[in-house]
């Protein structure tokens, strides 16, 4: 690892105030670590039923959601990243997606809480956004939602899979009243965590939630710190069945890029969300823009676009 990397993971690291520390050939390793927490019991099975789920009076912030705007490119470019993750279920079954990228700041909460808002928007699927990001989460202030219990508490086993689940109150009530329907968004928020959060989500707890909540949703997206810095994500992955990678214009470096890419070799990668591009080869008028594009196996470094689903 570079003294570059090694100084962001310093500094993610105090930055959420925790005293982890990691191996610093984390990136190389792709496979499962074995489990440092002592194995929990399973949790009761219950069967769930979405209208009981506790609902709250979410308020999500329209800048952290331009998908909830009517129209606009925001909207535009999340409904085209949308169909490329519906053609990707096509090639192979696919309904759990990690988002993750290598360092922080790249995106990857505002790129899973679109996509879900985008997949939840317009369609009866039902969706599934769990916050697996438990040293710094933020969906739920993205979301304007209450962060009491959460996937941490599930993971400790002191709450249920219902018992961690919100949806909106409004939407569910019917009255949507300057917010466009959410109601088929169902989130997890991340709970509270103590310094152990690489623990609590190698204890293969993760797993068995997303093996329980399956049944009752199209799609589950999970949202991830960054992989470069922490292990969390690369346990996390494993509850996926595939991984989305975001980088940022400007900001992620190819060689970034690949490290991320190499830490999920051994996963699915569905490719890159480039996020926060200002020009790119199909519009130069707005902010955001994304495009997809995976790189292929010894290929050049010239960014060339490449669709979205090739593995590699
Ligand atoms: N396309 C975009 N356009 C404008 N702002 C963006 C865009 N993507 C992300 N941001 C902003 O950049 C900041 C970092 O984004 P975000 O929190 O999604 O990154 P992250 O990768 O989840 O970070 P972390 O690793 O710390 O969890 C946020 O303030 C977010 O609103
Ligand atoms: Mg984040």
């Given at each position: 690892m570079s003294r570059i990397h090694e100084a962001l993971q310093r500094a993610y690291l105090e930055r959420g105030k925790m005293s982890v520390s990691t191996d610093v050939d984390v990136v190389e390793r792709t496979e499962a670590i074995p489990e440092l927490a002592e194995p929990q019991a399973p949790p009761a099975k219950t069967e769930l039923a979405l209208e009981n789920v506790a609902q709250y009076p979410w308020n999500p912030s329209m800048l952290a959601f331009p998908?909830?705007?009517?129209?606009g490119a925001g909207v535009e470019q999340f409904r085209s990243l949308r169909s490329r993750v519906y053609q990707a279920r096509y090639e192979a079954p696919l309904k759990t997606i990690l988002i993750a990228s290598g360092?922080?700041?790249?995106?990857k909460s505002f790129v899973v809480a679109n996509l879900a808002m985008s997949l939840a928007r317009n369609s009866i699927h039902h969706i599934l956004l769990i916050d697996g990001d438990l040293r710094r989460p933020t969906l739920h202030s993205m979301l304007g939602?209450?962060?009491?219990?959460g996937l941490a508490d599930y993971l400790v086993g002191k709450a249920g899979l219902a018992d961690i689940m919100q949806r909106d109150q409004r939407a569910a009530s019917g009255n949507t009243a300057g917010v466009d329907?959410?109601?088929?968004l169902t989130f997890i928020p991340s709970g509270k965590c103590a310094d152990n959060s690489s623990e609590l989500v190698a204890n293969h707890r993760i797993e068995e939630l997303v093996a329980s909540a399956s049944p009752y949703f199209d799609w589950i997206l999970i949202d991830a710190p960054p992989v470069l810095a922490v292990t969390d994500a690369m346990e996390l992955a494993r509850a996926a069945d595939a991984v989305l990678l975001v980088a940022r214009g400007a900001t992620t470096t190819y060689e970034v890029a690949q490290r991320t890419k190499a830490a999920f070799s051994a996963r699915r990668v569905l490719g890159f969300?480039?996020?926060?591009?200002?020009?790119?080869p199909h519009n130069r008028s707005y902010n955001y823009n994304y495009y997809y594009h995976a790189k292929p196996?010894?290929?050049?470094?010239?960014g060339q676009q490449k669709e979205f689903g090739s593995q590699g």
């Open positions: 998908t909830l705007a009517e129209r360092m922080p700041e790249e995106g939602a209450p962060n009491s219990l329907s959410i109601s088929n969300v480039l996020n926060a591009v200002k020009d790119t196996e010894g290929g050049s470094q010239d």
